[in-house]
């Protein structure tokens, strides 16, 4: 393997994320903002609140995810650097993989950060172990990325393919959307939940970036 063009699309990615302005940002400001308009269209009933708020903050982080996913993939495929990245002799799924993890960490970890914070508007706990939620969200969110990552390499080719990405992304997010509220209840299978959600996320990060690479290799045809 050669480390040197898998960093270097690191590299790109991380700057591509915060491309255009606002870049990372957009993703925060959705899930802030649909966090926010919740509690005001449910009421103010802090048993109801408590009771649908790690199931509304896990929708808002999946849907989230989904703003700059098209970013990915879609100017190396019009520049033509896709192709270059082919020919490298680095594996396309390790170069897939450090694409996505670049973006995640630009755009995915702060909503993770930011989820803990959030869910004090549903009524949560603040004595609550803010460290081990921040943990679940960043957790979950890795999973979240990387399987949107196989629906933007499935969509590079395609102009504003959002929601050829959105519909390929959203059925792989339910396991890790369930088991990621579940573990913030205190409910039947609560403890178990984390565990998991920690082996759904594993099963994303082994198989994602194979599905990436397979449908890269396509659109470069």
């Known amino acids: 393997m050669r480390p040197a063009p898998i960093l270097s699309a690191f590299r790109q990615a991380l700057g591509e994320a915060w491309a255009g302005g606002a870049g990372a940002l957009l993703p925060l400001g959705f899930f802030a903002g649909a966090a926010v308009l919740v509690p005001l269209g449910i009421g103010t009933d802090p048993a109801t609140l408590r009771a649908v708020g790690p199931g509304i903050l896990w929708v808002a982080l999946a849907l989230s995810s989904l703003v700059t996913l098209e970013r990915i993939f879609q100017a190396d495929t019009e520049d033509g650097a896709l192709d270059l990245w082919l020919q490298t002799g680095a594996p396309a799924s390790a170069i897939a993989g450090a694409k996505t993890f670049a973006h995640w960490l630009a755009a995915g970890l702060p909503l993770a950060l930011l989820s803990p914070l959030l869910a004090l508007m549903f009524q ?92 890269l290799r396509l659109a470069a045809d």
Request: neutral net charge; aromatic residues 10%.
């Open 124 to 215: 949560a706990e603040a004595s609550a172990d803010l460290l081990r939620n921040a943990a679940l969200y960043a957790l979950g969110g890795l999973a979240f990325y990387f399987w949107g990552g196989v629906g933007a390499a499935l969509s590079a080719t395609v102009r504003r393919g959002g929601l050829l990405i959105s519909l390929i992304a959203l059925p792989l997010y339910v396991p890790t959307a369930i088991f990621g509220a579940l573990s913030m209840t205190h409910g039947p299978g609560s403890e178990s939940a984390p565990l998991f959600l920690a082996a759904s996320t594993l099963f994303a990060l082994a198989v994602a970036p194979f599905a990436m690479a397979a449908a």
